[in-house]
């Protein structure tokens, strides 16, 4: 889902720089542990600034580049203690991420080589979007919180689907300000495998979503 979301909002990049704005981006956030797992990057990260780039009349052009400084690496890239600079489109119409200075956010997002005619060197520059997981830290369960530090990498193998669910996924109500809502603080976890050796996974449900779902429907949460 993850993947699918940045070439969304690629996609809406090149299609809004030659007709314009004609709507906003609409996209489901994925589930942090979905966001771990399709990610290239996932950090925690101090934001020191941002600029635009491209020409400063053209809304469409260029790209937002943020500058900062990553304090944790959950991926194992070995950017702890790094100065980066991270991408995302121009506005966020075009699934442009917001993110504010001076504050601590998880980012996670893949690694974006350019277009043909202005393409990055390598494997790209990190590239986030309004569709990918990008929190402040302050909103950040602590259950969220342990899944990237340790849990999320040890159940990759599993699947999270709201949608066309094969058996051993693990299913996601897609609404996100209901019980859905709750499955944030879980994990999805590996059971076992079939004799195919295809993962077997189901929810590991802590505390916090017993409590959460406790709420419901009386007392909705807000995202």
């Not at 849990?151 to 996100?176: A, F, R, T, V, W």
Request: net charge positive; hydrophobic share 30%; glycine share 8%.
């Amino acid at each position: 889902m993850m993947v699918t979301c940045i070439v969304q909002a690629l996609v809406s990049l090149l299609l809004f720089s030659s007709i314009g704005i004609t709507s906003g981006c609409r996209c489901a956030t994925p589930h942090p542990q979905e966001a771990y797992c399709s990610s290239s990057f996932v950090i925690l990260c101090k934001v020191m600034s941002q600029v635009k780039t491209g020409n400063p009349d053209d809304i469409n052009d260029g790209y937002k580049i943020f500058t900062v400084k990553v304090l944790e690496d959950y991926k194992d890239l070995g950017w702890t203690g790094m100065t980066k600079e991270i991408y995302t489109a121009p506005h966020g119409g075009a699934c442009g991420a917001f993110l504010d200075n001076d504050k601590k956010n998880i980012l996670s997002g893949t690694f974006y080589k350019g277009t043909h005619a202005e393409p990055f060197p390598g494997e790209g520059v990190p590239y986030i979007s309004l569709c990918g997981y990008n929190p402040e830290l302050s909103t950040v369960p602590k259950a969220v919180l342990k899944g990237f530090k340790k849990l999320y990498k040890q159940h990759c193998e599993c699947q999270i689907c709201s949608s066309d669910c094969k058996l051993g996924n693990c299913y996601l109500p897609y609404n996100s300000k209901g019980p859905g809502w709750c499955y944030r603080d879980a994990v999805c976890q590996l059971a076992w495998k079939d004799s195919e050796g295809n993962a077997m996974c189901m929810w590991n449900l802590p505390k916090q979503w017993w409590k959460c779902v406790s709420y419901y429907p009386k007392r909705p949460r807000e995202d």
